[in-house]
């Protein structure tokens, strides 16, 4: 009898680390959509207006991003959520690194925003200026601490138990 309830808590752990991979796999997928909209919109505009700002005495210029801008707003969403979703597969299929790679991602994102919040100054206010948009980044940043610390903490307990642990190869 003993044995039969240790069974079905490893199978509740095993339940649980699935859904893990799922939520892992939903999200890292929500990622790509906003780069996939940004790269589809400068790929319509630049259709649309690249032959009047061609002409000699266009009125107005295209903007142009750099090649940094494309590699922070697509690139690295791109390959942190190809990561997620090896990291998922992993997870599913009981892998040890998959289990080390969720805490890597755990963690990384929790000290990201401390070390924001830690090191960040805003920028003084101008003389007469009502709104300044800078002063907002420490509110998301905050934000975004209370949001990943308390799955973070989660992660770290499921993925370190010694009865999960053992379940991985």
């Not at 808590?9 to 780069?35: E, H, M, N, Y």
């Not at 990384?108 to 003084?124: D, E, I, N, W």
């Amino acid at each position: 009898m003993n044995q039969s309830f240790r069974d079905s808590r490893g199978s509740t752990t095993s339940a649980k680390i699935v859904v893990v991979a799922g939520i892992q796999f939903v999200v890292s997928a929500l990622v790509w959509i906003p780069s996939a909209l940004l790269l589809y919109d400068d790929a319509i505009m630049y259709h649309r207006y690249s032959a009047a700002a061609a002409a000699p005495n266009a009125l107005f210029i295209l903007p142009t991003r750099s090649h940094e801008y494309y590699v922070v707003a697509i690139g690295v969403p791109l390959c942190l959520s190809l990561l997620g979703v090896v990291t998922g597969r992993g997870l599913l299929r009981m892998r040890n690194w998959a289990r080390r790679i969720t805490l890597y991602m755990a963690t990384v994102p929790v000290c990201g925003c401390a070390l924001f919040l830690r090191l960040y100054h805003s920028k003084p206010v101008p003389e007469g200026a009502i709104f300044v948009i800078g002063d907002f980044l420490p509110l998301i940043a905050w934000a975004f601490l209370v949001v990943l610390l308390p799955v973070s903490v989660w992660w770290w307990i499921l993925f370190t138990r010694t009865t999960v642990r053992s379940q991985f190869r």
